[in-house]
């Protein structure tokens, strides 16, 4: 798919937006009609075509005759709004789950079944934004049915739009975590903002994206916002009293650059993975030396894991093959698990070294980690590990 669209509207922004907002949108529009989306995504048209060819009938499908005569739902033409993500729209054909949704409307759409969408009057400009349903016009209008039941209602500003979205929002499990973040990242008046905005700059200053749109080695992906976040509160590295607004989360740095060394071609990093490691580097910031030697050894470490039995050569098999594959305790189980996985890789470590002058390498007590897998918490200082 690709998602890097002609811009045909301008300008792409026609509400205030953070600069944050504008870097994490940049290789995509944001402002556009239900065609020219399409237009930009042509291999959804050619996978809708192609079905069509092969069905011996495709019934044309009208709205006349469904509704009770004494309550006819007004009908709005699909091909005269626009859909903008700076009001607090969203792409409808953007997220991977997403395609087969509207294909399959399409191929089993039923006039009967279909909601009303709402769409949004600019009385200034004259403008129509479909603000929920999107999807749904989407599907209606690859089916090439252009007029369909919608409740317009009369808006004033960029700002009262977002409102009613973010409030809609509250009740809409099906909105995608991302979507959500891109709005708690444009309106710095939302009550997640600080968070979203932390969020962004940790992934960006991590080497890290947020969304698969942009993945590369480079940049792997990682998904999942809300698991993200809460390695940020409960394993970044930041202190207690540094709140959301001024979090960096230094440890998901370190994890992430370990895990780009041992996987230099991997595109995504799994969010359970990276949760798992940075706790273990929470746990562990007193028994692993500071500085370049510690960041060596944890590369080291990552290294060593991935080459210690065939299934961990693939990053997407350690949650299972180490046993952290429950989504609630990605950080306890995972950061015991590689306490564990340390203890047998480096078990003879410090034989023969009667005073090291380096820095020796921890063994963790097994009642450390059964104390892990039920709480994180960082572990005093061990004397007899510093180098004499």
Partial sequence: MNYSMERTLDPQYTSNVTSQYRQATKHRVVRYTVAENFANCPEILEEYDMWKNQQERIEQLTFKGVFHSSFVQPMFDIRTAEIR????????????????????????????????????????????????????AHAAWLRGIFHVPATVRHIDSAEESRALFNKQDKFAAAISSYDKFLQQLLDTKHTRHNMASDTWNIAKSSGFSLHHSNKSPHAPLVEGIGVLQRIIRKSGGDAKDVNWGSKTAPNIAMAVDAIKHAFPELDEIPVSVLEALTAFIYVS???????????????????????????????????????????????????????????????????????????????????????????????????????S
């Fill in 85 to 136: 993500e700076d009001w607090g729209q969203r792409n409808a054909l953007l997220e991977r789950t997403r395609k087969a949704k509207i294909l399959g409307m399409a191929k089993n759409f039923d006039v009967k079944l279909f909601e009303p969408i709402s769409v949004d009057y600019i009385a200034s400009t004259g403008d129509y934004i479909i603000r929920d349903g999107g999807g749904r």
């Fill in 285 to 387: 910031k007193n028994r692993i030396p500071s500085g370049d030697e510690g960041i060596a050894r944890l590369k080291q470490f990552v290294c060593d894991v991935r080459d210690s039995q065939p299934a961990l050569k693939s990053l997407g098999k350690w949650a299972k093959t180490l046993h952290f594959d429950s989504s609630n305790h990605y950080a306890e189980y995972g950061a015991a698990s590689f306490m564990q996985k340390w203890n047998t890789l480096y078990v003879n470590k410090n034989k023969g070294r009667k005073k090291p002058a380096v820095y020796r390498w921890v063994k963790w007590d097994q009642d450390e980690i059964e104390i892990t897998k039920n709480k994180l918490m960082p572990f005093a200082r061990d004397e007899s590990l510093l180098p």
